[in-house]
């Protein structure tokens, strides 16, 4: 079973960067696509990006299409969130997910096969 650990989150101001990772246990995490969400206070959770197993397919919520890039090493078994630009409404938690279906997580599927904790995203004006 593979488990996922998110981190990297933190306080930024607008028009800064931050990089999360999602870090997974487990010796088939190369098996899964992983995607990241984000669910702030009070609003449903957003699909945000998704790579694929091998990373050689992305895709992006339009939402953040230009300003964040989704990678992934599968050697060190971490997929990466690369946060650019960011603006106060990107202030959520900000969730990874894997499973064995890319089109799950592009749907934004809730019975996706692991998610992991969260990590605190917060973007000052």
């Known amino acids: 079973q593979v488990q996922l650990v998110e981190s990297g989150g933190g306080l930024v101001q607008a028009g800064g960067s931050l990089r999360l990772s999602c870090a997974a246990s487990g010796r088939t995490f190369s098996r899964y696509a992983v995607g990241w969400f984000r669910q702030a206070p009070g609003k449903e959770r957003e699909f945000l990006a998704v790579?694929?197993?091998?990373?050689?397919?992305?895709h992006y919520a339009d939402s953040v299409k230009g300003r964040f890039t989704i990678s992934r090493d599968n050697v060190k078994n971490t997929v990466y969130l690369q946060m650019n630009s960011l603006k106060p409404e990107d202030t959520a938690g900000y969730y990874c997910?894997?499973?064995?279906?890319?089109?799950?997580?592009?749907?934004?599927?809730?019975?996706?096969?692991?998610w992991g904790q969260g990590t605190l995203v917060t973007v000052s004006s």
């Open positions: 997910a894997a499973d064995s279906s890319y089109a799950h997580i592009v749907e934004g599927s809730r019975d996706l096969e692991v």
């Open positions: 790579i694929s197993w091998s990373g050689g397919s992305t």
